[in-house]
């Protein structure tokens, strides 16, 4: 799965021919999780708070949202 964004110790990662709804899959230490990219919202997994925020906050995310609307 390729990454395409790596902060603090987040990574995101993507399938290019997954299924439907597009989504982000997320890595943050011991926890793992899906992020739905239309609306932005936690749909798998579990993750901190704080790097949830993060996520959902990334510019990949606004820019993906902006594509597909």
Known sequence: MPTISMFYGILIQMFFREHSPPHVHVKYGDYKAVI???PPEL???KLPRRALRGCLKTKFLIL?????T
């Open 36 to 38: 739905a990219i239309n």
């Open 43 to 45: 749909t798998e997994g």
């Open 64 to 68: 993906m949202l902006k594509i597909l």
